[in-house]
């Protein structure tokens, strides 16, 4: 079975930076197409980075230059870092994979309970 | 930048067929997929590559594909459907995109 347990959230003062979490179990990270989708308050689900089985990454425009997303084989974990970070970054922070060797593209077959980023100050 | 276009808002009675359009101009060469989203949870996805049906959705749920519209139609709607849902692709530049999201509210 997948699970997708997201961490790392929390309150961050405008510029700051955090780093997310997303530990998967019952299927390999590094073999997979991951992203992270954010949804703000009140808001539309919004897409903000890829990570493919080769590496390649690609991100939404509002992020790019700001956030970086990795995953390590060990731990088996995807991660996002986050810097200079803005009020309209805030919001809820998924993690989802497609059905397990699936390599035609991203799509969320299976997702974690989000984390939430709040930026104030 | 690549945009899903759907309507705010769809309203239907009970046992009524839901019909929820999608519209972009990458959508002949990418499939599409929908969630369907209740207040204070994660996405579950209801379709997959335009017309797929996940296992354990409903066989109410449906996708269809012409042109640049892809349509989520939910047959015999009950209550329990109520929620917001979105449709997601992908544009050539091998980034992804959601639509604008649709809210069903059963009358």
Redesign the interface.
């Known amino acids: 079975e997948v699970q997708l347990v997201e961490s790392g959230g929390g309150l961050v003062q405008p510029g700051g930076s955090l780093r997310l979490s997303c530990a998967a179990s019952g299927f390999t990270v590094s073999s997979n197409y991951m992203s992270w989708v954010r949804q703000a308050p009140g808001k539309g689900l919004e897409w903000v980075s890829v990570i493919y089985n080769g590496d390649s990454t690609f991100y939404a425009d509002s992020v790019k230059g700001r956030f970086t997303i990795s995953r390590d084989s060990s731990e088996n974990t995807l991660y996002l870092q986050m810097n200079s970070l803005r009020p309209e970054d805030m919001g809820v922070y998924y993690c989802a994979v497609p059905f397990t060797g699936y390599n035609s593209g991203w799509y969320g077959a299976d997702w974690g309970q989000g984390t939430l980023v709040t930026v104030s100050s | 930048?690549y945009e899903l276009t759907q309507p705010p808002s769809v309203s239907v009675s009970p046992g009524q067929t839901a019909r929820i359009t999608c519209s972009g101009d990458a959508l002949p060469k990418?499939?599409a997929?929908w969630?369907q989203?209740k207040p204070g949870q994660?996405?579950?996805?209801v379709i997959?590559k335009d017309s797929e049906r996940?296992s354990g959705i409903p066989e109410r749920f449906s996708g269809s594909s012409s042109g640049t519209t892809v349509t989520l139609i939910i047959s015999g709607v009950q209550a329990e459907d109520e929620a917001?849902y979105?449709c997601?692709s992908?544009d050539s530049?091998?980034?992804?995109?959601?639509?604008?999201?649709t809210k069903v509210t059963v009358l």
């Open positions: 930048s990418h499939y997929y969630y989203q994660a996405p579950v996805l997959y996940p917001d979105y997601q992908a530049s091998g980034t992804y995109v959601f639509g604008t999201g």
